[in-house]
């Protein structure tokens, strides 16, 4: 009985952790089942994610956005501004999206830059992180920065599968760069010990990336 109780919630725990994996570009999915044009419906589902999660936190207060170490709080304010000023050039340039090859429209930019990495960082390193923190002991940090990683890279398969380019060698090398990508944002929030950290981190990341595009 006690074997089966324990398989029941091994199998739990690994159906809600594909479910949030995948909850990012499964949201954006959805939304673009909704009457909007594609343009917005990348700001939809991340603002789904973005509504789910604070719902979530409010009643768990499972992670803190700011950081009790003030150095890092400067960091992040002064790093939303150059974010603001990077987000305004990459609208100008309307960078070409890297999987469907079309210019960006201005939301599209705002997603990217904006929501979808609050909605991404939220996801991993604010609810996952924060599963992953509770259920390992021994090394917990380890098991979580290497954990939420995998999953992150994992997830932009999901992107790529939107398209139907899932099997395509840019889409094995794209998750590859991003579990690396889901590890430095890791390390950034554990030594922030926050959320805010990473997040201005990753708006920064994907703003130049589009103007390299």
């Not at 100008?92 to 990217?112: M, Y």
């Not at 979808?116 to 924060?130: K, T």
């Not at 590859?176 to 201005?200: D, E, H, K, T, W």
């Amino acid at each position: 009985m006690r074997n089966q109780k324990q398989m029941l919630c091994h199998m739990s725990l690994v159906l809600t952790l594909v479910l949030l994996t995948f909850v990012v570009p499964g949201a954006n999915w959805l939304a673009g089942k909704l009457p909007l044009t594609s343009s917005f419906n990348g700001l939809a589902g991340s603002l789904l994610i973005i509504l789910s999660v604070y719902v979530w936190h409010t009643k768990t207060k499972a992670f803190t956005f700011l950081s009790p170490i003030p150095s890092w709080n400067t960091f992040s304010f002064l790093g939303g501004i150059v974010v603001l000023g990077l987000l305004i050039i990459n609208i100008l340039n309307q960078p070409v999206a890297g999987i469907t090859g079309l210019p960006r429209s201005p939301a599209q930019v705002i997603d990217v830059i904006l929501l979808g990495s609050i909605a991404e960082e939220l996801i991993f390193r604010g609810v996952i992180w924060s599963i992953l923190t509770r259920l390992s002991q021994k090394n917990s940090w380890i098991i979580t920065l290497v954990g939420t990683s995998l999953l992150f890279g994992v997830m932009h398969f999901g992107y790529w599968a939107q398209s139907g380019w899932i099997f395509q060698p840019e889409a094995v090398f794209h998750v590859i760069s991003m579990v690396f990508a889901g590890a430095f944002y890791g390390a950034v929030r554990l030594a922030s010990r926050c959320l805010a950290a990473p997040v201005v981190v990753h708006m920064l990341a994907n703003a130049i990336i589009l103007l390299t595009q």
